[in-house]
């Protein structure tokens, strides 16, 4: 079984940056898709940025230029760099895991999800 914890969120002002992590707890054999995914209220989960067993990684038009998902195996840990943050960017963000080679920005299937960690950009 695995286990994603996320931490790192909070309050900022906008144009500030966060860098999110998700703890990995589990075997993550070869061939899985590790992604960045959020909410806000009234609104539906929508991808944020993907990476790949291949290092291969996508983001949401939304976030391109401002996120950075990156990943230490040595950590069992994923990250989320997010900078030049706006408001529109509050939401709770959640980290998921996958056991699928194909790892791109509009998978929506995973298998594990973590809890989510708040992060809320406001003036």
């Known amino acids: 079984q695995v286990q994603l914890v996320e931490s790192g969120g909070g309050s900022v002002h906008p144009g500030g940056s966060l860098r999110l992590s998700c703890k990995v707890f589990?075997?993550?054999?070869?061939?899985?898709?590790m992604g960045w995914f959020r909410q806000a209220p009234g609104k539906e989960r929508e991808g944020v940025a993907t990476?790949?067993?291949?290092?291969?990684?996508s983001y949401a038009d939304s976030v391109k230029g401002r996120a950075n998902i990156s990943q230490d195996n040595s950590k069992n840990s994923l990250y989320l760099q997010m900078n030049s943050l706006k408001p529109e960017d509050t939401a709770m963000y959640y980290c998921?895991?996958?056991?699928?080679?194909?790892?791109?920005?509009?998978?929506?299937?995973?298998?594990?999800w973590g809890q989510g960690t708040q992060v809320t950009v406001s003036s």
């Open positions: 990476i790949g067993s291949d290092g291969f990684t």
């Open positions: 998921a895991a996958d056991y699928s080679w194909v790892c791109n920005i509009i998978k929506r299937e995973y298998k594990f």
């Open positions: 589990g075997y993550i054999p070869n061939g899985v898709c």
